[in-house]
């Protein structure tokens, strides 16, 4: 087997192009200085566009998971009243925070697989009408499930003033995001996943009715007190030394989507998943998820016939190449697969291939080569590119 | 000028060796496959020996600070008395972190530029038997002060049970530390300091007396919950998607600590305050600590006859070397070298002959050349190498 190659399908952390990976290994600089400062001031418009906002998008040198209990420490209060769309394991963790901090959380759990209704939002504001803040994930990670998070926001906000809190972990980057026009008002995200880069940089975005709300909330909070973040991004530095390298990197990452420009980068994360969700219709290979609650970033499969986990051996051992397996009440029976960031077209037809030489290993009764073509014929239909 | 020359010489974040940038370069990898467990198993046995432990040394995705706070919301009740001791910026910090959790919060200050005394901490328990924690600060980035930890640890514990919580962030990796012989109860650091890595992982080692108080503590925590981090720690995971590239980082640079060996590490760094201290005795330009206070990994200069901020200014316009400048009250009064982590005696050389140049220019009265043949004759009192 060839070594030295690693082909990295899972839905986070994704592969690192290698101009980031060479801007991270650029020598270390003072985080006081000029150059530290150019580079913020550089970075702080491009996430605004991905985040589809004119707030200051926050860089917190923190997993993904912090800028997700930053939220709950500033923008909720002890006795505040919440809810929580629950659409797989990350959802979950969004509840056991508010759960941590003794918040009173409501819970709308979906079926994992499928994805929150408006008609489950106007059902919980009628059951419970003093909601401060709706917590959700955009894309649920552990499922493949897109919440379309633009109609829950639309619903609450005809009913509520109540903080509408996203969790773009798994898709911002990859995926239209318009926080502004949507009325969100807290969103967060991570940089491992369609941004390209390494873990270790949560991004967090904050309304003006959210920061009215965190100005007066009394919960205490250190290093996640997003006010201080925000008093010193405005002036292009940060209040604890940052992740340089990973803001290196950053700075990179961001020039190469707007090299792409934003909207291929989403209509390209948009064919990923049509290619993948057409390989695995025409093999015959159910999917969790149904085409309308689809992530453009990551796929999960749930096999009939063939092991879950013993396709990922035959991947992992003949091909090196991984694909994630499923998460708590999935457990051994899904894979996923991750078409986020650093992946293109090719990339998909090659992971498709290998596939179904794992599902035909694994057991599973499929046509050789009749998912690539699918793959093929959909790539076909786009432009190019 | 050189072009693309940087010459970081100030107290972190500190350079990084080549092999280090290049680790991290790697390929990005799975956080829950074999490799990374494979990686945390290398790691936790070196990690352990920098901290003087037999204890897991935890590894937090987050910027130093970060590990503070958690040795506060994990260690010290909501109603708790607590001791901090304030000798420069960053026991401040401790402070402002104990009074934002509403903590009852006696302080020892010391003059900037000095250590805290057995003498301060039996006073400070005359006068609070009911302390439960105490804070220091190993080495003070601000002034280039190393507090005698093993001294102050003794007379606490001939007095109390009081916790033992230490910042050693800006010194752990270029100066012993005996956590476990010492009667340490906490211990942080992190990554950007003497463990030549970037900025983004905090290190924090835990007593079982600590422990012990953790598991009963009611104050929520979610992202900093130690007891989490421990329970995966111990497993080889991470609770949280970790800073994978800073670990592949921190992996070869914990590789080439013990290749150089830790005593001579140690003994490295203690040549090199030795050096720069005896530079600026043989120019006349006063040093901010007396030589018993002093740092092995930071010396502050406080210029009687020049402007440190001129001073700063010649070294990066000429030299493209960085020095730090004073912090808060020393603000434009001293100016500080970092000699922590990648910087070898001729690295402070160096840095000396630069530095003898600016002060000149920037009106400071010295015989050029006579600081570096002090840290020259230091040199060639020490062992090769």
Redo the contacts between chains.
């Keep these: 087997m060839l070594t030295d190659q ?1 082909i ?1 399908r ?1 839905p ?5 192009p290698p101009s980031v ?2 801007a ?2 650029q ?7 000029q150059s530290t400062s150019d580079m913020l001031s550089v970075i702080r418009p491009k996430l605004k566009r991905v985040f589809g906002t004119e707030q200051e998008v926050l860089i917190l ?6 800028g997700l ?1 930053a939220a709950v420490v500033n923008a909720v209060a002890p006795h505040d009243e919440v809810l929580v769309i629950v659409s797989g394991a990350f959802g979950e963790r969004f509840a ?2 508010c759960k ?3 918040i009173q959380t409501h819970l709308i759990e979906t079926e994992w697989g499928k994805a929150a209704t408006v008609s489950d939002i106007t059902e919980a504001f009628e059951a419970h009408p003093n909601i401060r803040a709706v917590f959700m994930t955009y894309c649920e990670t552990s499922t493949g499930v897109l919440n379309p998070v633009k109609e829950l926001a639309a619903e609450i906000r005809s009913r509520s003033e109540a903080l509408i809190i996203v969790d773009g972990v798994s898709c911002i980057g990859g995926v239209e995001t318009r926080m502004d026009e949507w009325g969100l008002d807290i969103v967060v995200s ?1 940089s ?1 996943k369609a941004f390209m880069l ?3 940089l949560a991004f967090i975005a904050v309304s003006d009715r959210a920061w009215n709300k965190i100005e007066r909330n009394p919960q ?6 997003l006010k201080k973040h925000q008093d010193n991004l405005i002036k292009d530095t940060t209040p ?7 803001l290196f990197g950053l700075q990179k990452a961001l020039e190469l989507m707007e090299e792409e420009g934003l909207v291929n980068v989403y209509a390209r994360h948009d064919r990923l998943m049509k290619m993948t969700r057409s390989a695995f219709k025409a093999l015959g290979v159910p999917l969790l998820t149904e085409d309308k609650d689809a992530s453009p970033t990551v796929t999960a499969v749930k096999p009939a016939d063939f092991d879950a986990e013993v396709l990922r051996k035959v991947l992992k051992g003949e091909f090196a190449m ?1 694909v ?1 397996g499923g998460q708590k009440i999935l457990a051994n029976k899904i894979f996923r697969i991750g078409h986020m960031g650093y992946c293109s077209p090719a990339d998909m037809l090659q992971a498709i291939a290998a596939i179904e030489i794992a599902i035909a290993k694994a057991g599973g009764e499929i046509q050789l080569g009749s998912g690539v073509r699918a793959a093929q014929q959909e790539y076909l239909k786009g432009a190019n590119g």
Tied chains: 1, 2.
Aim: hydrophobic share 35%.
């Design positions: 690693q990295l899972i986070g952390p994704s592969p690192i990976s060479l991270m290994a020598p270390m600089i003072g985080h006081r200085g040198t923190a997993s993904g998971t912090a209990e056991d925070i941590t901090y003794n991570g491992q390494p873990a270790g205490p909070r250190f290093y996640l007190d604890f030394t940052p992740a340089l390298s990973l991984e994630a």
